[in-house]
């Protein structure tokens, strides 16, 4: 389900990270992003599963949490490049 919400990801923590690790929240499975189209991305819910395997770093999720604007497990994390 996508969200109404999306961030850009920091370009310092690749999705394919990310997708190394099924999505928590919408059973995304490894490779395929949780929303397909407009924004492409992950939810955070992913974001903080992939960190919690070792995937993603905390200082890479630290710079992603750091965009958002509303924090729940449900927002897309863009893997477009930050619109600022
Ligand atoms: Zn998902």
Avoid: F, K
């Avoid at 059973?27 to 189209?37: D, L, N, T």
């Avoid at 955070?44 to 770093?57: E, H, K, Q």
């Avoid at 200082?59 to 924090?71: D, E, F, M």
């Amino acid at each position: 389900m996508p969200a109404a919400v999306a961030v850009a990801a920091s370009q310092a923590a690749p999705p394919a990270n990310v997708r190394q690790v099924s999505c928590p929240l919408c059973w995304a499975r490894p490779a395929e992003p949780c929303q397909q189209y407009y924004p492409r991305g992950d939810h955070l819910a992913r974001w903080l599963a992939a960190c919690a395997a070792g995937r993603v770093t905390r200082s890479q999720l630290t710079a992603v949490i750091g965009r958002l604007t509303v924090v729940t497990r449900r927002v897309i994390v863009s893997e477009q490049a930050p619109l600022r």
